[in-house]
């Protein structure tokens, strides 16, 4: 099994790659200990079945350049076939500002193409591919050098068997025209936006049991500068104070490093220097704040009024609309955005693009009371009213 470690080979694999119509990819990768996922392999593999077809690349050699691969990625006339793309297109982004372009993932294909919600590779390879996958180096630490028989081997699974899976999503989204459908869903995996994420933003992620603004301002500044903090450093934001280390400081509101001391979930590095000075200037900061400026949830705000009736028929219309297309439940509508349509709210991503066309359309209509729903047998027919 050939592992690649230097530029030139890379760069000879590219080329052959660049003559075929998809190349597919995968990477393994660490991020216990950093902010950043940490690259430790990539695989690769493209149309065939020679033994120079699928390889493996040690980015950890010192030396080796990922710049062939890169412009693999930017190469317009190969399609890069992933699946579950978005934590390897992050490291790509991040690491060399590329996102592999024109670009496939085999899961969002598989969710339009009626195998489930979420689908994993293995069950792909099982139902598709007719393979098992042996799990044995599931968990491990691809940092390590040298790499086992059984590493290598499963690495290398997670691309030759995607050649199969794509292959055979391809022509059945071509059959039933929904191939649109699935570039539609990829286009906020091509988005930059997608794996930025804002220190003044974080907050967001934080959950908490009060909606007071005083207390939001409190947490948007603490997880203001932790998610600033971890970023510059590499560091996780565990690593920096958890979540709920975090609460209890906008709960506690210390001033000064004697109040830090007496907390009982924050870690003892964050007691004291730069960390423990950028708690209290973060807690400074969000109790100086003006109150026009005091941060909200959606939650905090009054929500609008729902039917709930309505709303029941309409996840009974979301069942019917899922068994007869195919297509996962989630990747249609989820339950807000019902519960939203049920209110009256008409700016929903169901009521847009393929969505509208396979729900959309008949929701709005079961809105309005132009059609109801009835039982025949198993199955849920709409009605003309």
């Not at 040690?58 to 412009?71: A, C, N």
């Not at 028989?149 to 691309?159: C, G």
Request: glycine residues 4%.
């Amino acid at each position: 099994m050939h592992i690649i470690t230097t530029t030139t080979e890379l760069a000879a694999f590219c080329e052959r790659a660049a003559q075929t119509p998809y190349v597919t990819v995968d990477t393994e990768f660490l991020r216990e200990r950093t902010y950043y996922s940490k690259l430790c392999l990539i695989q690769l593999a493209y149309r065939g079945d020679g033994k120079d077809d699928a390889v493996l690349v040690d980015p950890l050699v010192e030396g080796l350049s990922l710049e062939p691969l890169m412009d693999l990625f930017r190469n317009p006339d190969v399609v890069k076939v992933f699946h579950a793309a978005r934590q390897d297109i992050e490291i790509f982004h991040i690491d060399h500002g590329v996102i592999p372009r024109p670009l496939f993932d085999t899961q969002v294909a598989a969710m339009v193409a009626g195998f489930g919600e979420q689908v994993g590779y293995e069950t792909l390879v099982r139902k598709i591919a007719k393979q098992a996958l042996d799990k044995s180096s599931r968990f491990t630490d691809w940092s390590l050098r040298p790499l086992s028989d059984s590493q290598t081997a499963y690495a290398l699974a997670d691309v030759t068997h995607l050649r199969v899976i794509y292959e055979y999503l391809r022509k059945k989204l071509a059959e039933t025209g929904r191939d649109r459908w699935v570039e539609e869903e990829i286009g906020v995996l091509l988005d930059p936006e997608t794996y930025v994420t804002h220190p003044e933003d974080a907050w967001m992620r934080v959950k908490t049991r009060s909606n007071a603004p005083r207390f939001l301002a409190l947490v948007k500044e603490l997880a203001r500068f932790r998610e600033t903090y971890a970023q510059e450093r590499n560091v996780p934001r565990s690593r920096v104070y958890k979540d709920d280390a975090l609460v209890e400081l906008a709960s506690t509101k210390p001033k000064d490093m004697a109040d830090l001391g007496r907390s009982r979930l924050l870690l003892r590095e964050a007691r004291r220097g730069e960390i423990a000075n950028g708690i209290l200037e973060a807690v400074h900061r969000a109790q100086s704040m003006p109150k026009e400026q005091l941060p909200s949830l959606d939650d905090a705000r009054p929500s609008p009024q729902v039917n709930p009736a309505l709303a029941d028929l309409l996840r009974v219309l979301l069942k019917a609309k899922t068994e007869s297309s195919g297509v996962a439940s989630k990747l249609i509508a989820t339950s807000a955005e019902l519960d939203a349509l049920a209110s009256g709210d008409r700016d929903v991503p169901a009521l847009h693009g393929w969505r509208r066309e396979v729900f959309g359309d008949d929701a709005l209509r079961l809105c309005d009371g132009r059609v109801g729903l009835a039982a025949k047998g198993k199955q849920v027919q709409i009605i003309e009213l």
